[in-house]
């Protein structure tokens, strides 16, 4: 499934890290949200390709999230 997080609308609240560590995470260079090296695409900071078993974590994280910046396709 394609995970995208719109980074510049991105406000580091954190959720998503902690709902879905596996898949988010915390950029240390400028404080957003990155998806994690393992499940990056392209090298895009915010695009991923993420296996189904981990859709309910991606799922509860993008719910979570207070902006609303991460898609799940």
Known sequence: MKVTVDRENCI???ACWSDCEEVFEENL???LTDITEKYRVGGELGVGEVPEDLRDCVQDA????????IRVE
Do not use: L, N, T
């Open 62 to 69: 993008a719910d979570g999230c207070p902006e609303e910046v």
């Open 29 to 31: 260079d400028d404080g």
């Open 12 to 14: 580091s609240c954190g």
